[in-house]
């Protein structure tokens, strides 16, 4: 068959650290609305949107208009050297819904880019390359993201141009003694940690703390409530910038705001945003405090950024997610999976948690005979979803978790049958 010839291709040509899902490799043909379609002809329902990606589905009639409408100016690429004027809009729009104060903006292609330029801005603003980041945290591919990564993977490798700390604060909050404590309990023992580490493993000054609002390669695990707020003085005493890595937790995914720092009370200094900015359109970019973002004077930056087909494609977005409040979408349909999930699934052998916030949720598995984490479990409750017509990811500290980030377009309706289909493929899978 064609698929399997291609699926050799594939294989042949990229190395294995780029892995495909699926015993059988899905080849993707086509999407519409929430749903995919594969070469042989079936039909999924996408609670993956890509990789968060395609928030606003497939097949989005204003997107491709405007997107068809700027292919009909004849220009793909304007210089950074000149004025476009759907650059100055895209920037306006979201330098005032950062809710950063006096915001400067910069476009890049891609979320781990602007991880990147954050660092680098923070640390020659702080004149310092002294970073925290969060265990588990995951930042993206590029050298910086990967150094502030702090999944033990990435952590293992060993890169790191800044001199990086990670501290108590993510996915912990799920895992070992700390699972045992409440909310404030555990702000207090990870402020203690973070103090420790402020005070005695960096000899120099931190420039900069960055952190995901739900920590999502980890397996959809949101901050502990209180946590930002318990270590923003501390910061702020020690002139430590905040960035919020906002690549997947954007544009609404946490439900009811458009940002997840919104639901912890602190305003960071810098916000990285990515992934769904343009509906699958590649830009990611930086927005902060002017002051931070004047700090990289005297050089001339031209990056291939901010292209007009991606510009014009996040602008109609980032109408699209306001004028139909897709964040609040993302919390209705979010939560109605969420406690579908837990009345459903928690009480099963294989399910060791069922966490997250909005349309942002993970499910992790667990072997029954022991009780401890399986990443084994995950894959088949991965693939048991695909024969039921859905498509989930993986995710977690050990790819032990399944993970739902669907469009956040998605319809009650749709919440409740990809539901379904997880809790037969759960059911199916214990027994
Ligand atoms: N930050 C976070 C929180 C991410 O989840 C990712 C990608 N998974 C990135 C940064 C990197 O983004 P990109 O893949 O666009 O480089």
Redesign the pocket.
Known sequence: MADDDLIRRHQACFPPWIPTFYERPLVITGGDGRRLTDAEGHSYLDFYSG??TSILGYRVPEVWDAVAKQLRTGVVHISPYYIDETRVVLAEKIAELSGIPDAKVVFTL????A?DLALSLAALHRRSNQVLALRHA?????YG?MAVTGDRRWVGMGLAPFHVSHVRGGYDRYHGVYRELDDAAYTEACTRDLTEVIGVSTADRVAAMIF?PVQ??AGGAPLAAGLLRAYQPILRQEEILLIS?E??TGWGRTGRHLWGYQHHDVVPDLL?F??GTGAGFPI?GVVGRAEVLESMSGIRMSATSGDPLSVVAASVTIDYVRSRDLPANADRVGSLLLEGLRREVLGSAIVADVRGQGLMIAIELADPATGDLASEVAVRVQETCRRNGLLVGLGGTEEQCVSLLPPLTLTEAEGREGLAAIVSAVRSVEH
């Open positions: 990789v968060a891609t979320g781990s880019e991880v995951f930042h993206g591919t590029s993201a995901e999502g390669v890595d690549v997947q990285v990515g992934k990611g």
